[in-house]
Each structure stands twice: as structure tokens, then as C-alpha cells.
């Protein structure tokens, strides 16, 4: 897979109160073609990637209240926990998938 879709559940209105907010799906695509998850470098990219599309995938459309930043919040960290269950599962692909050194000279 060269792209990893990631979904955020967001208030459709962010600064409208929780109980009347409707939720909407968003999505943001992270490129991760170009990454070796095996090699830490690759991982701590696809982190700053993860962590830039969270913070597109629920960005504040209206006034910035207290309220809102907290449900901003919530929503990127549940945006990054989805990318972080994803990063998991390729980084032990990538290492499964590299050969065994069993000796070296």
C-alpha cells in the first residue's frame, strides 16, 4: 500500500455545544511509499506525517473556544492513536519481511 488513509471523527461544527454537534468522518491520506519502516528514520517520519495529518484532519472552522481546542484535541489524538495501531503493524511487516542475520564474521 503506498498511502495510508487515516479517518477523524469530527464535530461537523467544532464550536457548536457536543450534545447538537453532528460527527463527520474526515480523511486525510499520509504518502508512505517512500518510507523504510524498518529503520527508526522511517518511523519518525511517518510520525511527523501522522502528527501533520491529524492536525489537518481537525483543524477549527470557527471561533477558537475552550470547548473547541479540547474537542480539537481529543480528535487528533484519537486520529494519531488510529495512525500509531497502523505505524505498529507495518514497522513488524518491514522487520518480518528483512532477512535473519544469524551470523557475522
Known amino acids: 500500500m503506498r498511502t495510508l488513509l487515516v479517518a477523524a471523527f469530527a464535530a461537523a461544527a467544532l464550536f457548536a455545544p457536543a450534545a447538537n454537534a453532528e460527527q463527520v468522518q474526515q480523511s486525510v491520506t499520509i504518502r508512505v511509499a517512500d518510507l523504510d519502516m524498518s529503520r527508526a528514520d ?3 517520519l511517518f510520525d511527523r506525517r501522522l502528527w501533520q495529518a491529524a492536525r489537518e484532519a481537525c483543524a477549527l472552522d470557527g ?4 470547548a ?3 474537542r480539537r484535541l481529543a480528535c487528533e489524538q484519537g486520529v494519531i492513536a488510529q495512525g500509531n495501531a497502523e505505524r505498529d ?10 532477512p535473519a542475520v544469524v551470523a557475522t564474521r
Open 42 to 44: 522511517g518511523v519518525r
Open 89 to 98: 503493524r507495518r514497522v513488524a511487516a518491514a522487520r518480518a519481511a528483512a
Open 68 to 70: 473547541a481546542q479540547n
Open 63 to 66: 471561533p477558537l473556544t475552550l
